[in-house]
């Protein structure tokens, strides 16, 4: 089970920090995304970190800015987002793939098909 917090309404140029607890399964051993849905759209892959945790690949209006964690002591991984800008607004979701060590030299932030296990999604609402 992942369950997302952290979500709020802002001011662009504020940060926050999402946070996707984990149940059920080793985070140590899995890949997460982090992706952004806004109404009428599909979702939009925004970061992920490889389950090796040595590649990282961030949406490119959001590298800079967005940063991507894992901590496997309380099984929690976060996507700090600094300088929010107004178009940072949606749903943010954190999602893994289906087995432990899936994406392990590098994370798909193409493809929201290839991670199996999702949130519910935490809203973010940044005004300008």
């Known amino acids: 089970q992942l369950v997302e917090s952290g979500g709020g309404s802002v001011q662009a140029g504020d940060s926050l920090r999402l946070s996707c607890g984990v149940s059920g399964l080793n985070l140590d051993a899995y890949a997460v995304g982090w992706f952004r849905r806004v109404s009428g759209k599909e979702r939009t892959g925004i970061a992920c970190?490889?389950?090796?945790?040595?590649?990282?690949d961030f949406e490119d209006s959001v590298r800079g800015r967005f940063t991507i964690s894992a901590d496997a002591a309380t099984r929690t991984a976060y996507l700090q987002m600094d300088n929010l800008k107004a178009e940072d607004t949606g749903i943010y979701f954190c999602a893994v793939p289906l087995r432990a060590g899936d994406m392990f030299t590098r994370c798909d932030l193409a493809d929201p098909d290839a991670y199996e296990f999702w949130g519910r999604g935490t809203p973010v609402s940044v005004s300008s």
């Open positions: 970190i490889s389950s090796s945790r040595y590649y990282e």
